[in-house]
């Protein structure tokens, strides 16, 4: 079956980085654009970056500049590269796949927590 593994987190201080991983098996993984989500405590979901099967990109504007979307097709892995992180980016970090229609494909991964704080 499907299965989607994230890795990566962990603590940092404002101002410093973290590379996230999502490990996709079960399926072909080339052929999907891919999604990182986030959820902080007490909010909604929301869409951090977007990158499709031709390595075209989209991000947050709240991530823009500070975050980079990327995937390796020999690895069936995509990565967020996470710079100059504040402490509004502490959350859990999902990916996930994307149909052709734009709509999210259970199943997701069970995240990876974020936490910035000093």
């Known amino acids: 079956q499907v299965q989607l593994v994230e890795s990566g987190g962990g603590s940092v201080q404002p101002g410093g980085s973290l590379r996230l991983s999502c490990v996709v098996s079960g399926t072909i993984f080339s052929i999907y654009t891919m999604d990182w989500y986030r959820q902080a405590p007490g909010k909604q979901r929301e869409l951090v970056a977007t990158?499709?099967?031709?390595?075209?990109?989209t991000y947050a504007d709240s991530v823009n500049g500070r975050f980079t979307i990327s995937r390796d097709k020999t690895k069936s892995t995509v990565y967020l590269q996470m710079n100059s992180l504040k402490s509004e980016d502490t959350a859990v970090y999902y990916c996930?796949?994307?149909?052709?229609?734009?709509?999210?494909?259970?199943?997701w991964g069970q995240g990876t927590l974020v936490t910035v704080s000093s």
């Open positions: 996930v796949r994307q149909n052709w229609r734009g709509q999210t494909l259970d199943p």
């Open positions: 990158i499709n099967s031709s390595h075209e990109t």
